[in-house]
């Protein structure tokens, strides 16, 4: 069972940045996909980006595309989400999330962080 601990979310304002981080625990972190979704009050769940368990290839979502990057310390079995030019649209719960899935839904979750972008 792997359990994930989501930290990094706060309010900021538009066109600022925040580092999301993710730390995990109970299980193989290296041999497990990455995930951060997002889900917006009153919206469904989205998936945000994923990186597969070496490191190498990646996936964004279009909104995101060029603003946000996804990276991952399998020594320290943590997982960043790096968002910058922040916009008032990406204001959610973020969420993330482990498994053996590309790109996602995985099987792990965590409890989320919520991001504010103030206009």
């Known amino acids: 069972q792997v359990q994930l601990v989501e930290s990094g979310g706060g309010l900021v304002q538009a066109g600022g940045s925040l580092r999301l981080s993710c730390a995990a625990s109970?299980?193989?972190?290296?041999?497990?996909?990455m995930a951060w979704f997002r889900q917006a009050p009153r919206k469904e769940r989205e998936l945000v980006a994923s990186i597969r368990f070496r490191g190498g290839r990646q996936y964004y979502a279009d909104s995101v595309k060029g603003r946000f990057t996804i990276s991952r310390d399998n020594a320290k079995n943590t997982v960043f989400l790096q968002m910058n030019s922040l916009k008032p649209e990406d204001t959610a719960v973020y969420y993330c999330?482990?498994?053996?899935?590309?790109?996602?839904?995985?099987?792990?979750w965590g409890q989320g962080t919520q991001v504010t972008v103030s206009a």
């Open positions: 999330a482990a498994g053996t899935n590309w790109p996602g839904p995985q099987a792990y």
């Open positions: 109970g299980g193989t972190f290296s041999s497990y996909h």
